[in-house]
């Protein structure tokens, strides 16, 4: 074999190499979680205590949060039922009337 023979034959052995562990790899399962965005909804209200149970609509993720903690507060969407743009006793009523297993 020439000099240009035993090249091209080590680099045709590379390029096979190469596309192999391509094939290899890309058959492989993604173990990674891709980042969302979670989507809060209320799923619950204690009114003894005032605590506000939040589960996201895509992974199922729960967060928790107190009513009295944002009271006059200003702005504060998940917890301003009437979007009147405060929270406050209204509020805290509707919690009652549409999420409290207390009532």
Same mark, same amino acid.
């Given at each position: 074999?020439?000099?240009?023979?035993?090249?091209?034959?080590?680099?045709?052995?590379?390029c096979?190499l190469?596309?192999?562990?391509?094939?290899?790899?890309?058959?492989?399962?993604? +173990?990674? /979680?891709?980042?969302?965005?979670?989507? @809060?909804?209320?799923?619950?209200? /204690?009114s003894?205590?005032?605590?506000?149970?939040?589960?996201? +609509?895509?992974?199922?993720?729960?967060?928790?949060?107190?009513?009295?903690?944002?009271i006059?507060?200003?702005? @504060?969407?998940?917890?301003?039922?009437?979007? /009147?743009?405060?929270?406050n006793?209204?509020?805290?009523? @509707?919690?009652?009337?549409? @999420?409290s297993?207390?009532?």
């Amino acid at each position: 074999m020439n000099k240009k023979t035993k090249i091209i034959a080590f680099i045709s052995a590379l390029c096979i190499l190469f596309t192999g562990t391509l094939i290899v790899l890309a058959n492989q399962e993604n +173990e990674f /979680d891709i980042p969302h965005e979670h989507e @809060y909804l209320i799923t619950d209200f /204690d009114s003894n205590t005032g605590v506000i149970t939040f589960t996201c +609509e895509i992974c199922n993720d729960e967060k928790t949060d107190k009513f009295v903690d944002h009271i006059n507060e200003r702005g @504060y969407e998940p917890i301003d039922m009437n979007h /009147d743009g405060i929270v406050n006793g209204k509020d805290f009523a @509707y919690l009652m009337r549409n @999420y409290s297993n207390n009532n």
